[in-house]
C-alpha cells in the first residue's frame, strides 16, 4: 500500500470508532477489557478509543503527521519490527504499532497481558475495513527473528531489553512521569484541569501529574475545592485501596499531608508518587527551578503551567497529538530511517 492508501484505511478505522452505529461493539470490547483489568473502567476504555480517533485517526491528523516524513512516499523495504507493549493505560501501545503500519514495515506483537483485549480487537477491526494491513501485522512471544526493535517497560526492564537487543535497532523506554508548575495564580478552571492531568486513568500513565512544584507561600486550599467534583474516582475499590494504604503509612510515620477525601498532599523531593497521591516541592525563584528540572529531564515525560518554558496547557496531558513521542524520540524518523 502507498501511504495515501494507509492513511485512508486508517481514518476509516477513526470514523469507524466514531460512528454511534458501532457503540454496541465498542461497549462489549470495554466490558470485556474491564474484566480482564480492573483498572480499565468501561468509562476509561471509551475516553482512551475516543481520544484515539480524535487525536490518531482523523484524515487531516494522519495527512500532517505524514507530511513531516518525506521517506513515507519511498518504496518500501519491509523490516521485521517487534513491539513489546507497555499496558498500563487502555491500548497504550497502539501509536507504537501505528507508526509501524504507517511507515509500511511489519509489525512483530507482543501486548501486554494487562490490554490484549484492546489491541487485538482494534487490529482485528482495522483488517476488517481493509485486509491488506493483515500482511503487516503479527502477534507473537518471541522476538528472535525482527530486525528492529521498540519496547516499553520499566527501568529494571529497560536494562534486559538493552541487552538482549544490543545489536539491532532499538527504541528501548524507562520509566517517566510528568510534572506542573505552580505559581499560585492560577484559575479554578485550571486547577481543576490540573486535577484532571493527576487523576484521569488513575494517574497511572507516564503522562500523569505525579509532581508539582509550588511557590514557598502556597496554599492548596483552592486546588483541593476545585477538584472536589472528581471524587468518582474513589468509586474504583483498587484506587480506594491504594489510597487507604498510603493514608495510613503516613498516619503511621506522621508525615505530613493534607487529604481531601481521594487525594493525599505531601512534601517530597522525589518525581513518582504513588497512586492517589501528589508529590510538592517548593521552590525559591524560577531560575533555580528552570536548572532543577533540566537536571531531571530524562525522567520527566510533559509538565503543565500557565507558561513555564517548555510546558504544556493544563488538561492536555492524557490528548497527546501524533507527533507527542514517548520520551521524546521521534518513533516514525527511527522507522523511516530503516529503509
Not at 481514518?11 to 477489557?33: C, R, V
Not at 468509562?43 to 487531516?60: C, G, M, P, Y
Not at 528501548?172 to 492560577?186: D, F, M, P, Q
Not at 525563584?285 to 517548555?310: H, R, T, W, Y
Request: hydrophobic share 40%; charged share 20%.
Amino acid at each position: 500500500m502507498l501511504v495515501n492508501h494507509r492513511i485512508q484505511a486508517l481514518s476509516q478505522l477513526g470514523n469507524w470508532l466514531t460512528d454511534e452505529l458501532n457503540a454496541e461493539e465498542i461497549q462489549e470490547w470495554a466490558e470485556f477489557a474491564n474484566r480482564k483489568n480492573g483498572w480499565f473502567t468501561p468509562e476509561l476504555v471509551q475516553l482512551s478509543l475516543k481520544e484515539i480517533a480524535r487525536n490518531f485517526l482523523t484524515t487531516d491528523a494522519l495527512q500532517e503527521w505524514a507530511q513531516r516524513y518525506p521517506a513515507l512516499n519511498a518504496t518500501v523495504s519491509p523490516k521485521k519490527i517487534g513491539l513489546v507493549l507497555a499496558g498500563n493505560l487502555p491500548a497504550v501501545g497502539f501509536h507504537d504499532i501505528l507508526c509501524v503500519l504507517i511507515s509500511g514495515h511489519h509489525a512483530f506483537i507482543k501486548p501486554s497481558s494487562q490490554d490484549e483485549v484492546l489491541i487485538r480487537a482494534l487490529l482485528k477491526k482495522l483488517v476488517d475495513l481493509e485486509p491488506a494491513f493483515a500482511e503487516q501485522i503479527t502477534f507473537t512471544e518471541l522476538m528472535k527473528e525482527v530486525d528492529a526493535m521498540i519496547a516499553t517497560g520499566s527501568d529494571n526492564s529497560a536494562r534486559y531489553f538493552h541487552y538482549y537487543f544490543a545489536k539491532k535497532p532499538h527504541i528501548i523506554r524507562k520509566n517517566r512521569t510528568s510534572v506542573a508548575i505552580l505559581t499560585g495564580t492560577e484559575t479554578t478552571e485550571e486547577l481543576f484541569k490540573l486535577g484532571q492531568d493527576i487523576l484521569t486513568y488513575y494517574g497511572l500513565g507516564c503522562r500523569n501529574i505525579s509532581k508539582a512544584y509550588v511557590p514557598n507561600d502556597y496554599d492548596f486550599t483552592p486546588f483541593f475545592e476545585a477538584i472536589a467534583s472528581l471524587e468518582a474516582v474513589s468509586n474504583n475499590h483498587k484506587y480506594v485501596h491504594n489510597y487507604d494504604y498510603n493514608r495510613s503509612i503516613y498516619l503511621v510515620n506522621r508525615t505530613p499531608f493534607l487529604d481531601n477525601g481521594f487525594l493525599s498532599v505531601t512534601e517530597n523531593e522525589s518525581l513518582v508518587s504513588p497512586l492517589s497521591v501528589l508529590f510538592y516541592e517548593r521552590y525559591d525563584n524560577l531560575d533555580a527551578l528552570k536548572s532543577k528540572i533540566q537536571a531531571q529531564q530524562e525522567k520527566i515525560q510533559c509538565m503543565v503551567s500557565k507558561d513555564f518554558p517548555g510546558s504544556i496547557p493544563f488538561g492536555t496531558t492524557q490528548s497527546p497529538q501524533l507527533w507527542d513521542y514517548a520520551d521524546g524520540v521521534d518513533t516514525l524518523q527511527f522507522l523511516t530511517e530503516l529503509q
